[in-house]
Every structure is written in structure tokens, then in C-alpha cells.
């Protein structure tokens, strides 16, 4: 039965673009699969395969085009948080961190870009460059830039780095 299912996909997928698949069964109870019709063979109904390409995130915008038409085009953000790289150790007693974030293309119109620490918005951000940050608690941190429309809705979130920042810590002395 496995054997069967296997062919049955890997027919579907290969005559995807078949107009019509066609099934006939032998007399010993086989079936056979084709895109073409033959005397006794019944048609089959055949869904178009669900397949998700795309590794990167996208957003779908509207361009005026100059004959005053809408044409959706898509938007492909790439966000990073360049440095210091994920998994990185700074050590600095004042909690002081610049990261270096790039953002591309260019935030588009009615966009805006937000830098996150800890899943928190920390600032707004326009361009590609280095995000100078203070005071920054001791512990492991996730950075990442995320993009927003105009209605406030999440287009894009960009992956996070982890850092971790390391500062002196006294402990409090028990009063005598």
C-alpha cells in the first residue's frame, strides 16, 4: 500500500501540470496511471500540490503603475544583528553595547523598522549602522530587528542573536 501511495504522489507531482490523470486497473487488479486516456480508464481527480519555497520573509505591496493599476509586488527584508555575532560574550561593568544591525532593502514607505531586546521593542531604527545601547542588565540577551506597517502588524521579524553581557557585581553588604 505504501509502494502504491508513493506512486500515486510522485504521479500527481509529475503530471501537476496534466490537464486530466487518468486510472485503469489490469485484470489481475493493478492499477496503472496515465495522462492519457485509454478504453476502460476512468479519470481521477487530482488537487494541485501545497508546496512552501520560500526560506526568506516577504511582503506583499501595492505599486501605482503608471497606468494607474495596482500590480502586488513582493518585498524580501533581510534583518540582522551582524555584531557582536549570536552566541557572543561582552563584558563591559556599565552594561554598554553597540550592535551593529543591517536592514535591506531600505525600510519602504509606511514601514518601520524596531530594534528588540528580549522580545521588547528598545528603539526605533531607519537604517543599516551601529544602535549604541547603555545600562544593559547582566544575563543573555536575544537582539533582533523586526518591520511594521502602518497598522502596527508584524511584517517581518529578523532571527535573533543571543549575547550575553557580563558585569562586575558587588554584593550588598550586611549592615553590622
Known amino acids: 500500500m505504501k509502494i502504491f501511495t508513493a506512486l500515486l504522489v510522485a504521479l500527481a507531482i509529475s503530471c501537476a501540470r496534466a490537464e486530466e490523470v487518468y486510472r485503469e486497473v489490469n ?10 486516456a485509454k478504453p476502460g480508464a476512468e479519470p ?12 526568506t520573509y516577504k511582503q506583499r505591496q501595492l505599486n501605482q503603475q503608471s497606468d494607474d493599476s495596482l500590480m502586488p509586488t513582493i518585498m524580501d527584508y533581510s534583518l ?18 553597540n550592535l551593529t544591525i543591517s536592514i535591506s532593502p531600505p525600510v519602504q514607505p509606511g514601514h518601520s523598522a524596531e530594534l528588540l531586546m528580549d522580545g521588547t521593542k528598545v528603539r526605533d531604527v531607519q537604517v543599516n549602522g551601529i544602535v549604541a545601547l547603555t545600562n544593559i542588565d547582566r544575563g543573555t540577551h536575544a537582539f533582533n530587528v523586526r518591520i511594521i506597517d ?25 549592615p553590622k
Open 44 to 55: 481521477i481527480n487530482l488537487r494541485q500540490p501545497s508546496i512552501f519555497t520560500n526560506t
Open 80 to 97: 540582522l544583528v551582524t555584531n557582536p555575532p549570536d552566541d557572543s560574550v561582552v563584558r563591559d561593568n556599565a552594561g554598554n553595547l
Open 27 to 36: 485484470d489481475e487488479g493493478v492499477p496503472t496511471f496515465s495522462d492519457q
Open 150 to 174: 502602518e497598522q502596527g502588524n508584524v511584517i517581518t521579524d529578523g532571527p535573533a542573536n543571543r549575547i550575553s553581557i557580563l558585569r562586575y557585581h558587588s554584593p550588598r553588604k550586611s
